[in-house]
């Protein structure tokens, strides 16, 4: 993998870099949910499946961080600025309802709540614990209608960077 200060740079600020990296997330998303819809006798356990089903979603929490960077520089701006990553400014890098509300992203009410669920997902899949306790559990279930919503959500954001990529 090709490294230094210029690569870093210049890949940080890669339009294409952040996009290409979020399909090759969603393949690699797509694959787990194979696993997980495999319920034969020599397949996974339940509990491997469980497993594969959380981590694809997790992958989805990356998808739209990576689309959503890749927005960002689709309107001329830099994540990355004297040889450091600095991401959007004045918006926690996983939170994925305040960077879409920054980037002008159209979010109804059912999309914001898959959005903000799939922040917890993404804290889920990631660690043992949450960065903080809390008192009420995170809703841990997958709902039929949330893939839906993340698939409409990453098509809209895909629709919001060509047209901002064509003004830049």
Known sequence: MPSGPS???SHGNSLEAWYQ???????????LIHV??????RGPSLQQRRDALLASILLRVFVLECLLKALWLAEGKLLVVGNRFRGIPGVNNHDLV????TLGVALNDEEIETLRRLRRFGEIGR???TSRMVTDAPDREWRATDSSHF?????RIKGLIRERKEGV
């Open 98 to 101: 305040a960077m879409a509300s």
């Open 7 to 9: 690569w870093y740079a």
């Open 36 to 41: 997980y819809a495999r319920p034969d006798k």
């Open 151 to 155: 698939a409409r959500v990453a098509l």
């Open 127 to 129: 660690y043992p614990i």
């Open 21 to 31: 990296q979020a399909n090759s997330i969603m393949w690699a998303a797509g694959r």
